[in-house]
Nanobody
């Protein structure tokens, strides 16, 4: 069982930056792939970024590539999402999610139904 708690959301002006954190419970954090998703009002929950258990591989949605960076600290059981050059269209509730990693291959799931564990989300609002 993995419990996830997001933090770091808030209100920021366009062009600004925020860093989201997601703290996980449990002692096997490094065996989980960690993803970030976001959901704007009236829209589906969309993939943002994912990182393998070792942190060696990442994947991003085209809409955030070059602006967002996902990273993790396995000693702290925490995954981060550094968001730079924020735009009003980045406004959403951001969720972190976990799925069991698959050894020896770069497993980078982008479909939300592949993730078994979810946090409650943190609101990010970008003003124009």
């Amino acid at each position: 069982q993995v419990q996830l708690v997001e933090s770091g959301g808030g209100l920021v002006q366009a062009g600004g930056s925020l860093r989201l954190s997601c703290a996980a419970s449990g002692r096997t954090f490094s065996s989980y792939v960690m993803g970030w998703f976001r959901q704007a009002p009236g829209k589906e929950r969309d993939f943002v970024a994912v990182i393998t258990g070792s942190g060696g591989d990442t994947k991003y949605a085209d809409s955030v590539k070059g602006r967002f960076t996902i990273s993790r600290d396995n000693a702290k059981s925490t995954v981060y999402l550094q968001m730079n050059s924020l735009k009003p269209e980045d406004t959403a509730v951001y969720y972190c999610a976990a799925d069991r990693d698959i050894p020896f291959i770069p497993y980078l799931p982008i479909r939300r139904n592949l993730y078994g564990y979810w946090g409650r989300g943190t609101q990010v609002t970008v003003s124009s």
